[in-house]
């Protein structure tokens, strides 16, 4: 488990429901053009999930981690 899917876990506070257990899933994707022909998958997405009602909210992972000095800040912010 990475650093930012542990920090999510630990912050999580469903937005619908204010549940605060939730799954995480890491996804990575292809682009388009030669890299969707390669099969190069640059693309990572974190998605997370409320345990209780299943609400999914979607995060680049890249973007939180280029954060890190400010990723408790970031996460209370989203999960607040």
């Known amino acids: 488990m990475s650093r930012v899917e542990e920090a999510v876990k630990n912050k999580f506070k469903c937005n619908k429901c204010s549940h605060t257990r939730c799954r995480t899933k890491e996804l990575a994707m292809t682009g388009s053009g030669i890299?969707?022909?390669?099969?190069?998958q640059h693309n990572h997405f974190l998605f997370?999930?409320?345990?209780?009602?299943?609400?999914?909210e979607?995060?680049?992972?890249?973007?939180?981690?280029?954060?890190?000095?400010q990723l408790g800040s970031v996460l209370d912010m989203l999960f607040g």
């Open 35 to 40: 890299s969707k022909f390669l099969d190069i």
């Open 48 to 56: 997370v999930s409320c345990e209780n009602c299943g609400f999914v």
């Open 58 to 69: 979607v995060y680049d992972p890249n973007v939180l981690e280029g954060k890190k000095g």
